[in-house]
């Protein structure tokens, strides 16, 4: 059995709190579908991935990913957790002020889904180039996630920290594939235009 402490000195505060809205000067970045930006011409800069943990749909084991990255991290724990596992508060702890629990203060149906909600809004609002990662394995989160893409929000669900998109390589296409695409549209007008026989 996994030992309970108190909350650690990682940030904390109650839902009901006001956010701080601190003004941040707008960087012009170009940001891919991957949580990264391109270089820019004023420095190089990296999208901020702001990690939602909905921790009591699901208890991530790979939070120490996070050590070393452009990550900000929200763990939202229901009104029933009032003490996390060791383990947590250490994943958690070398984050410093890039890591924060929200602690609800009422139960209720969806109430922490709604938070998470909230929170996207207000931080989207304060970083747009930001992209959203909610764990959970709640697929009632997928609605908001596909009406914050038709907003440009980047944003998506994983069931754990592994699947995010910045820890996915990206890799080149293959030769014959790139082959295969060049051509398709020529032979596909071929076949239309008569030229070519199958």
Do not use: W
């Not at 084991?61 to 009104?79: I, N, Q, R, S, T």
């Not at 009422?106 to 938070?115: E, I, M, T, V, Y």
């Not at 296409?173 to 082959?179: K, N, R, T």
């Not at 051509?183 to 239309?192: A, E, G, I, S, Y």
């Amino acid at each position: 059995m996994k030992s309970l402490v108190a909350l650690p000195r990682v940030g904390f505060h109650r839902a009901r709190a006001a956010s701080k809205r601190g003004s941040k000067s707008a960087a012009a970045v170009r940001p891919n579908e991957y949580g990264q930006s391109s270089p820019v011409a004023n420095g190089e800069k990296m999208r901020t991935n702001v990690i939602l943990v909905d921790y009591e749909n699901v208890q991530p084991k790979d939070l120490a990913l996070l050590k070393e990255g452009p990550f900000k991290v929200k763990v939202f724990l229901g009104p029933t957790q009032s003490k996390v596992p060791v383990a947590l508060a250490s994943a958690l702890q070398p984050l410093g002020s890039n890591a924060e629990y929200v602690e609800l203060e009422s139960a209720g149906n969806n109430a922490l889904d709604f938070h998470i909600a909230y929170y996207i809004g207000i931080l989207s609002s304060e970083d747009p180039a930001a992209f959203f990662h909610i764990i959970s394995k709640d697929t009632g989160f997928d609605s908001l996630i596909q009406h914050l893409k038709g907003k440009k929000i980047f944003a998506q669900r994983s069931t754990c920290i592994a699947d995010i998109p910045y820890f996915k390589p990206t890799f080149p296409e293959m030769p014959e594939a790139q082959i295969n695409r060049s051509l398709t549209p020529r032979c596909h007008n071929m076949v239309f235009s008569g030229r070519l026989e199958i």
